[in-house]
């Protein structure tokens, strides 16, 4: 029942023979390794991974186990992870997310010797210069049992399950590879700020109600903060132990990760449903008061966590985020994908819908009859797979003329993208055919527009 309901909603209106938003199934992982083999890595490709590499190599070399017992294991495990295609296409993508995860909860083992002296003066007096008083400490002073769940809710909740709740809106509703370019900002929106706390460990409020202005170590214990009161009115243990003996990174209020990662959430959402900003916008705003109310976070503490959010977003839209059409009922309904050219957009334009808009270039479009054993280790998430065609390359990437037009002057012309350091958005060499509809990608490592068998080729 429910797999006929999903048909009916998810699939209804899918174009005949479109493929784009398909998952590959593949479970050989000779496939991987033999397109891996003859994979030409970009530049961008290269700094990406070897950023992530470094980040894995660190956060497990610190980590006090057995390498032979433990890390070795989990290092074959993760290898095998990553050759599966069917698993790869979730896993590659998300390595922002899990490089991330690593450090934050390898941080603790990090020498004392090798950290930085932690600054307890700073951020409250920033806090007095910018707003003219302590914002926190005057939010936390009056407190009773109906605000304390107010804050509870966004700060010890929906943050941890909104992100997942998101992914699952964003790969259902969003366009095709949306979930990918989600996970790279939202990975790398986190690792950038635990590294940041890492380089400048900032006391939080708590700790300025606790110890006043005396000088901080890595030898003190965290604290919950106000969310002490919600274990005491809960009668359950939820927030004071793992707050107090087993919190990573204890002065770690400079930027507030609790608000970068609301942020993106909202972010993400408007970029979906942009009628509905006002209520992200006010989910934004209530998380930062309950930062505040909580003595977790300096307003200064919100405000860089949103800013960093703000710019990894701002990074991932022009570069790898896929144009959301507002006519697409959900991801099954893209027969193409579009980009935005950063260096072809016109300001004027108020629309970003009309096929003949400027400041935009196809991506991935076209269709295809039937599914390729060919699997792309490189491209993770939501992956679009597609056939070999004839290895012709051709220098010139452009559509074919049963595709959709493109407007004159500038816009009808396709300008080369800027390399993907987690997809390869446009082919390196494509092939023609008397029969194909669209551009092909030669490339078995490159993810790209599926060939069709006939000369039709649904374009949104």
Not at 262 to 276: E, I, N, R, S, V
Not at 322 to 340: D, M, Q, T
Request: hydrophobic share 45%.
């Amino acid at each position: 029942m429910l797999i006929q309901l999903f048909k009916n909603y998810f699939l209804s209106e899918k174009p005949p023979g479109a493929t784009i938003a398909d998952l590959n199934l593949e479970l050989d992982p000779r496939v991987s390794i033999e397109t891996l083999r003859t994979y030409n890595f970009t530049r961008n490709e290269i700094i990406h991974y070897s950023f992530l590499t470094l980040v894995f190599v660190f956060s497990f070399s610190i980590i006090p186990v057995s390498f032979f017992l433990v890390k070795l294991p989990i290092i074959c495990l993760f290898c095998l992870i990553l050759l599966i295609p069917f698993t790869s296409q979730f896993f590659l993508n998300a390595l922002p997310v899990l490089a991330w995860v690593a450090l934050f909860f390898s941080s603790p083992n990090i020498s004392s010797i090798h950290k930085p002296a932690i600054t307890v003066k700073v951020l409250p007096a920033v806090e007095t210069i910018l707003y003219g008083d302590n914002l926190s400490q005057i939010l936390a002073t009056s407190t009773n049992s109906v605000l304390d769940i107010l804050a509870w809710l966004p700060y010890g909740i929906i943050h941890f399950s909104l992100p997942f709740i998101v992914a699952g809106i964003i790969f259902l509703w969003g366009p095709p590879t949306a979930l990918r370019s989600f996970a790279f900002a939202f990975g790398y929106m986190n690792l950038f700020g635990v590294i940041i706390q890492l380089l400048f460990p900032a006391a939080p409020p708590w700790y300025k109600i606790l110890h006043g202005l005396d000088p901080a170590n890595y030898s003190m214990l965290g604290s919950p903060g106000g969310l002490a009161r919600i274990d005491t009115l809960l009668h359950v243990d939820l927030y004071t132990t793992n707050f107090s003996k087993n919190s990573p990174v204890v002065f770690g209020a400079f930027p507030s990760l609790h608000s970068g990662s609301a942020t993106m959430d909202a972010l993400f959402l408007t970029y979906l449903f942009p009628k509905f900003a006002p209520l992200f916008v006010f989910y934004v705003t209530w998380l930062w008061w309950s930062t505040m109310y909580l003595t977790h976070h300096y307003f200064i503490d919100v405000i860089a966590g949103s800013l960093l959010s703000f710019v990894v977003f701002l990074y991932t839209k022009y570069k790898h985020l896929p144009v959301n059409e507002s006519r697409a009922k959900n991801r099954w309904s893209y027969a193409e994908i579009r980009k935005l050219n950063l260096f072809k957009m016109d300001p004027l334009k108020l629309s970003l819908d009309s096929d003949v808009d400027q400041g935009y270039k196809p991506a991935i479009s076209g269709t295809r009859t039937r599914s390729s054993s060919l699997h792309n280790p490189a491209n993770g998430i939501e992956m679009n797979f597609m056939s070999r065609q004839a290895q012709s390359p051709v220098k010139d990437l452009q559509t074919e003329n049963t595709a959709a037009p493109l407007t004159a002057g500038s816009s009808g012309s396709i300008s080369p993208d800027a390399s993907s350091v987690f997809e390869s958005e446009l082919p390196r060499s494509i092939s023609r055919s008397s029969n194909t509809s669209a551009t092909s990608v030669e490339s078995q490592f490159d993810l790209g527009v599926a060939p069709s068998t006939s000369n039709k080729s649904r374009t949104d």
